[in-house]
């Protein structure tokens, strides 16, 4: 048996301003505040349910999603639900509309008097929608099994259309849009990557029904003709539940804070120059050799548990230099042609430079 409720919080204070519990066996799977282009001066809270949901095999008797109007109070008053065939698991606003990810389709809605309205649909994610991520025209769209989708929506055509693909399967968890091209993931076994589309990469693809496009267009095992590239991948360990592109010291450079299952909060944060690259690149080489970790375990091939670690320095690593001998201490640091209070100020830099 479910039950879940919507708590309406005063982040400062910690106050509960307002709670709604749903009905029984109904639970709530996602969330998202939004506002309708025909009704701009209102703010709409949307809560995706499932009812009689059952994990494994996944399955549910009925989905709805709940529309609720946000008051200038920071109350929230119901307005309607809109049956859906599968588990509504993510929504997000898009262009004074909403994306709902029903299952394994992606939908366009709109706000109706009585319910909301379907406008558009794309049935060619291949099992559940557990991210949509937007920026400009561009949906990214996580699949619980396949990673991620980019696509577009064409307004003249109405029309969602998958125009780029990754070609690696991942059990996505979370996700974190960096730029127009360029996207952050994690999956459920520990690792996280960023995914770039290359330069050569078109949007404007049209769909083809008639199935008379040229075969070297189509793309392999019917999934998109362009496929996106692989900037970084680091195995954390523990599965990743939440990303986030943020700035933690007033004036201090972006960088990308995930959490874990296991309680972890970690980050990861980009060289401004190649002296510190080639400086960290080395320290970490030297470590390795060095300071091996305790269980014996070849610490290259488990950051490349799943994928190979690629473009990304193990921070961690790098700060046991100040807990190893003096002695190792120093001849690492005469490797660098530096000396072991410049090594340790160095790694303090870079911490506080981004967080503490």
Known sequence: M??????????????????????????????????????????????????????????????????????????????????????????????????????????????????????????HIPNLIVTIQTIGHRIIVGDVQE????????????????????????????????????????DKFGNIVTIRLPQDVSDEVDEDPTGNRSLWDRGWCNAAAQKAEICTSFHVGETVLSLQKVTLIPGGSESLVYTTLSGTIGMLVPFTSHEDHDFFQHLEMHMRAEHPPLCGRDHMSYRSSYFPMKNVIDGDLCEQFNSMDLVKQKSIAEELDRNPSEVSKKLEDIRTRFAF
């Open 2 to 123: 479910w039950a879940s409720l919507i708590r309406v919080l005063n982040p400062v204070t910690g106050d509960t301003l307002q709670k709604l519990s749903l009905e029984q066996n109904e639970a709530a799977f996602s969330i998202c505040l939004c506002k309708f282009a025909n009704r701009p001066e209102e703010q709409f809270v949307l809560v995706g349910t499932a009812v009689d949901m059952q994990l494994n095999p996944r399955h549910c008797s009925s989905g709805f999603i709940r529309t609720y109007k946000l008051s200038s109070e920071h109350q929230l008053e119901f307005l309607h639900k809109t049956p859906v065939e599968d588990i509504p698991s993510a929504i997000t606003a898009y262009q004074g509309r909403v994306l709902v990810g029903v299952g394994k389709l992606l939908r366009i809605y709109d706000i109706g008097k009585k319910k909301l309205l379907r406008k558009c649909e794309n049935k």
């Open 147 to 186: 990673s991620f989708h980019f696509m577009r929506y064409k307004r003249e055509e109405n029309q969602l259309i998958i125009f780029a693909d990754d070609s690696y399967p991942r059990w996505t968890t979370c996700a974190c849009v960096l730029d127009y091209d360029t996207i952050a993931g994690a």
